[in-house]
């Protein structure tokens, strides 16, 4: 191996590989680094996180009650991390501004001020700012961790309007328009065109992720370096992954949560959580339900 190769010809040039790799390389890429992350099933990190989440529910698994004796109860976990949040809280919470610019100099003092009005209406108003950050203070001091999510979503909204014709000219104009939808004929020489507008809206969008919903790799020294980072939603059926643009036969192919790859794993984190629902861990579906509401096992 030639530790050592000759440098590029042209100076600043960038290394472009011979080819694209295929699909299932990348697929098989991908699932190496799955399996090689912090959280992956139940590892130890998993296994203290649910030793936490049942802790702070006055669960107490691990300290069996002796015959003849009443199991251990405590609520230490529940009261110092409650306690916590409220000083945590209030620094944000208190002021009209969760987030504010400062300017460099007198140029930027419109632009500061228009960049801290608009963070503040996205993070309060459009989304639920309040919610968003204690659940994320209270997942970090609970679990170690505390994952938010933002991206932009976009959104395709549809304004239709109704348009009598009463000649052939006009409704043949009428069908030629990219707005044409549909027509009714009103049975006295007229016809009701209907014209749909369709305009593309977005927001950015803040939400929370259970921690047993995020993996990142071993190997990670810090989050913009890491080789892989993951998000592994657990409220996704095949109605939305079609909705998102995937193919709808391929989308039929895949197998439904808890019977694919992951089938016979258990999360404890997620059972913790969720166990005054009895909602059977992440292996839940609802029942019979038609197979575009399976939930399926997804990787973002």
Not at 159 to 187: C, F, H, K, W
Not at 268 to 279: H, L, V
Request: with cysteine.
């Amino acid at each position: 191996m030639d530790l050592h190769p000759e440098p590029f010809d042209t100076v600043g040039e960038e290394y472009q590989p011979d080819e694209t790799m295929p699909d299932y390389e990348l697929a098989a890429h991908l699932e190496s680094h799955a399996q090689n992350t912090i959280g992956y099933h139940d590892d130890t990190i998993s296994s203290e996180m649910e030793t936490a989440i049942n802790y702070y529910y006055r669960r107490m698994p691990d300290l069996p009650a002796q015959e003849g004796c009443s199991s251990v109860v405590d609520g230490t976990v529940a009261i110092v991390i409650d306690n916590a949040m409220s000083a945590i809280l209030k620094p944000f919470v208190s002021s009209d501004e969760t987030v504010s610019f400062a300017p460099r100099g007198p140029e930027d003092v419109e632009v500061a001020d228009q960049a801290t009005d608009y963070c503040n209406y996205v993070f309060n108003s459009d989304n639920p700012g309040f919610t968003i950050l204690h659940d994320w203070f209270k997942d970090a001091l609970l679990t170690k961790i505390g994952i938010v999510k933002c991206w932009w979503e976009e959104t395709e909204k549809v304004s239709r309007e109704q348009v009598i014709v009463d000649n052939e000219v006009a409704l043949a104009q009428a069908r030629m328009e990219p707005d044409y939808e549909d027509e009714q004929d009103n049975g006295d020489g007229t016809v009701t065109v209907t014209l749909a507008t369709r305009t593309t809206d977005g927001r950015v969008k803040i939400e929370n992720i259970p921690p047993e919903e995020w993996e990142i790799s071993k190997f990670a020294r810090t989050l913009k370096d890491a080789p892989y980072i993951a998000h592994v939603p657990k409220n996704v059926t095949r109605s939305d992954l079609v909705e998102m643009g995937f193919d709808a036969g391929l989308v039929e192919t895949l197998p439904a949560m808890g019977t694919g790859r992951n089938a016979g794993f258990e999360n404890g984190r997620e059972n913790a959580r969720r166990r005054d629902e009895e909602s059977g861990g992440s292996t839940f579906q609802l029942g019979s339900p038609h197979e575009s509401q399976e939930l399926v096992d997804i990787r973002d």
